[in-house]
């Protein structure tokens, strides 16, 4: 089995190859946009959350403070672990799975408790909000709906996921990274981001060339956000109603 899908992948890897041989032209623009929407947007909305992130849960992981006490009873998670929510709450994703992601790989929460805390974080930051939707909309207000949305809805996917030996577990404090440990990261993780923002340009780009354009602007820039978010969100400038864009955000 495990053949057979490495052969799959292989083939798959071969035919887009070709695809990006026959229409070069499609791939190098879409490229460039991508290129140019990490340059403008997503590193001036992340880069710095991720560096900052970093040093502070570093240094509050493991730390149990009295006013946090009632968001780890509620959310039921482990005891000094709040600082992973309330990091992934402000900066939104993916940093709030990078940095749960970092507590699991050093022993400071189990798998179990990693993987459902994931459904915490499945936010947007009001960095990018701010940066990218508010001048879409008349109001401020707008945007902080939204984000109230995204918060409200984090919150509810992760309280429905089951939940075992997590309410018991205590997370022990660690030791605080420097500021350049957290550079590297965060330069790491940065570049992760921009890399799949880019190849999902292209994929939309190829998309557009064969049959999105086929399909009203809305449909289109649906299609475009469930595939990656960035991309579907530039496009928004396209909808000319702001309520019809406000569901669509």
């Known amino acids: 089995m495990k053949k057979r899908s490495t052969f799959i992948r292989g083939i798959a890897a071969a035919c887009a190859m070709l695809l990006i041989i026959f229409d070069t032209r499609t791939a190098i623009i879409s490229a460039r946009e991508g290129m140019l929407l990490c340059l403008q947007t997503i590193i001036p909305s992340l880069f710095p959350f991720f560096v900052l992130s970093g040093i502070i849960n570093s240094s509050l992981l493991g730390q149990s403070f009295r006013l946090m006490q009632p968001l780890s009873r509620v959310c039921k998670i482990p005891k000094g672990a709040e600082s992973l929510l309330i990091l992934g709450f402000l900066a939104g994703y993916p940093i709030?799975?990078?940095?749960?992601?970092?507590?699991?790989?050093?022993?400071?929460?189990?798998?179990?408790?990693?993987?459902?805390?994931?459904?915490?974080?499945?936010?947007?930051?009001?960095?990018?909000?701010?940066?990218?939707?508010?001048?879409?909309?008349?109001?401020?207000?707008?945007?902080?709906?939204?984000?109230?949305?995204?918060?409200?809805?984090?919150?509810?996917?992760?309280?429905?996921?089951?939940?075992?030996?997590?309410?018991?577990?205590?997370?022990?404090?660690?030791?605080?990274?420097?500021?350049?440990?957290?550079?590297?990261?965060?330069?790491?993780?940065?570049?992760?981001?921009?890399?799949w923002v880019i190849l999902f340009?292209?994929?939309?780009?190829?998309?557009?060339?064969?049959?999105?354009?086929?399909?009203?602007?809305?449909?289109?820039?649906?299609?475009?956000?469930?595939?990656?978010?960035?991309?579907?969100?530039?496009?928004?400038?396209?909808?000319?109603?702001?309520?019809?864009?406000?569901i669509l955000a």
């Open 96 to 195: 709030g799975a990078q940095l749960i992601t970092q507590a699991y790989k050093a022993g400071k929460i189990s798998k179990r408790s990693a993987l459902r805390m994931l459904g915490f974080c499945n936010n947007v930051g009001p960095a990018f909000l701010f940066g990218i939707l508010a001048p879409l909309f008349s109001s401020a207000k707008t945007v902080w709906v939204l984000w109230g949305i995204h918060i409200f809805s984090a919150l509810v996917t992760g309280c429905v996921l089951p939940s075992s030996e997590i309410e018991t577990t205590h997370i022990t404090p660690g030791v605080g990274i420097s500021f350049p440990e957290s550079l590297q990261k965060a330069i790491k993780a940065t570049a992760g981001v921009c890399g």
């Open 201 to 246: 340009r292209v994929v939309l780009g190829f998309c557009n060339r064969w049959f999105l354009w086929l399909f009203p602007a809305s449909v289109q820039i649906l299609f475009s956000g469930i595939l990656e978010m960035s991309n579907g969100c530039v496009l928004l400038h396209n909808i000319t109603g702001e309520a019809e864009r406000f």
